[in-house]
């Protein structure tokens, strides 16, 4: 979908790099080897998004440091645009509607990370969560967005044993 309206790959790869977890920073050699390009590529689009104040820069030390910047008015529409092209949006609701009493869901892996890996990792956390509607809506829903979704379900006292090692993670909140 953004393919379509975005013709440059590197700027849709920095899309989906801040805007999938807004929580996110880079610095251009990061991102420079994360995505496998040139810096200078990866420096023109960054420097085109900071002009557009779609992302913003911070100093750390010598470095620039990237991100998202989250008072820019079209910040809700163009994360909204991000989640809507990777079908997380698609996955989280529907799940989320027909589990059963859910207490905590959030993305962990790649996607939290902000890198469209192919693969969303979703951990839901709930005492009551119907394991078979949860596997119908997942492989419907990897058919239609084209990703394969990992799923982890949790009973509540399942996730405070793990809840450290999540914090220890990149993580981004659903629920």
Known sequence: MLKSLI?????????LRFFLNPNNHAYLRQLSKEFNESSNGIRVELNRLVESE???ISQSGNNKLYS??????LFSEIRNIV??????ENVISEIIRKI????????RGDYAKGIDSGLIELVLVGNVLNKQEIERVRSKTENLIQRKISVLTLTNEEFLKLENNFKKETTFDLL
Not at 7 to 15: A, G
Not at 83 to 88: A, E, Q, V
């Open 7 to 15: 013709t440059s790959e590197t700027r849709i790869k920095l899309l």
């Open 68 to 73: 998202a910047n989250r008072n820019h008015p």
């Open 54 to 56: 779609i992302l913003q």
């Open 83 to 88: 989640l809507k092209s990777t079908g997380i």
């Open 100 to 107: 059963g009493e859910l207490q905590k869901a959030f993305i």
